[in-house]
């Protein structure tokens, strides 16, 4: 069949592609889902996953080629151990939800992208009661309070992110037991990524 090997041979276009435009940062994004299944590839698709997380590893140790590759998991610990280890990933930093200075900076960003200056309203304010969103549950605060202001016919203005932000559940709150255990497991384990919580 046309279709054996393909998987592998479209990882080894990708390696080469990288690799002809280094210096490069390669970005794979949540890379625990294109592995998921290392364990059983035999048996659920042929050996397919397992060949090519092999070319994958092989690569990761051998390159010479000046490819940074930086990945991003959110479940760290589906990864199987032979990946993350030093010489293939020199580093796992954890990411934490944002401080309160990083949410400032974070409300300010999404603000300034739809053409609104921060100054207009009181995001360290914003930040405060979005005590524990993500970086995309803030973003989402600003786009609902944009909506509620359209159906207003008015400017976006601070009440209009304070009540989508007071109608939000973040994350936080609904998987705070899985965000404590992956605490947990990242203080022995990884670097911080983010500057010390202390709010």
């Known amino acids: 069949s046309g279709l054996v090997g393909s998987s592998e041979e479209n990882l080894r276009k990708a390696i080469r592609v990288a690799e002809s435009v280094a210096p490069v940062v390669l970005w794979v994004d949540e890379i625990e889902k294109g592995l998921s299944g290392v364990g059983s590839s035999g048996i659920s698709d042929g050996g397919v996953t397992a060949r090519v997380f092999g070319t994958f590893l092989t690569w990761l140790q051998e390159k010479t080629a000046p490819v940074f590759v930086v990945a991003t998991a959110n479940k760290i610990e589906a990864l199987p151990p032979e990946l993350i280890r030093k010489g293939r990933f020199d580093e796992i930093f954890f990411v934490d939800l944002p401080s309160a200075v990083e949410r400032k900076e974070i ?15 009181l995001a360290e304010t914003l ?62 384990r990884t670097r911080p990524a983010s500057v010390s919580r202390g709010d």
Do not use: N
């Open 127 to 188: 930040a405060s009661l979005a005590a524990s969103f993500s970086g995309a549950e803030l973003e989402q605060a600003v786009i609902s309070g944009l909506y509620d202001a359209f159906a207003e016919g008015c400017e976006l203005e601070h009440r209009h992110i304070a009540k989508a932000i007071s109608e939000t559940f973040p994350l936080a709150t609904t998987m705070g037991h899985e965000i404590t255990k992956l605490r947990e497991w990242a203080k022995t």
């Open 107 to 121: 409300l300010e960003i999404h603000l300034r992208r739809r053409s609104r200056e921060p100054a207009g309203f």
